[in-house]
């Protein structure tokens, strides 16, 4: 994959924060998609922006923790187990022990769900951090993103 770091939301044609966060994944059933938005739902320009355009469907995050939301799924997907999305989903860091989401919430959209991977902001992500690797496997459809957090900084400062 190329370098895609940052945030991208739905309808933003792969733009955001600071670049798409737009990821192809590999499945093996023509009923899954090709294309998914990857979004570090977390990130003070993503909170403000939804706060900003009074977006009733964002999802809530705790301030604890680091989220990465997961856009453009089938609506015909069903996902009903949030604990085996959580044992198959890690942020991985060069030199560190990966991490697990504390917990995944499931959504339901009018155009599709969407999951959120919580992750504790106890296991911090620190200035040495320059590569955050998100991996998941939601049914057949497995995804992988690299966030750049160079790439991530808003008002001078890295947000996550």
């Known amino acids: 994959m190329g370098r895609r770091g940052g945030i991208g939301g739905p ?38 922006a939804e706060l900003k355009t009074h977006d009733p469907n964002a999802p809530i995050v705790d301030e604890d923790a ?27 860091r060069d030199g560190k022990k990966d991490m697990k989401p504390s917990r995944v919430e499931l959504l339901q959209k009018d ?9 504790p902001r106890t296991q911090e992500i620190t200035k040495d951090d320059r590569k955050i690797l998100f991996d998941a496997e939601i049914g057949r459809l497995k995804l992988g993103q690299s966030f750049y957090l160079d790439d991530m900084v808003y008002q001078g400062k890295r947000e996550l």
Request: zero cysteines; charged letters at 20%.
């Open 11 to 48: 309808g933003t044609g792969g733009g955001g924060y600071p670049r798409g966060g737009q990821t192809g994944g590999t499945n093996d059933d023509s009923h899954l998609p090709s294309t998914v938005t990857l979004r570090w739902e977390s990130a003070l320009p993503v909170r403000g």
């Open 66 to 92: 680091y989220a990465i939301a997961v856009y453009g799924l089938p609506n015909r997907m069903t996902l009903s187990d949030p604990e085996q999305l959580k044992k198959q989903a890690t942020l991985k």
């Open 111 to 119: 155009d599709g769900p969407v999951i959120v991977y919580l992750f």
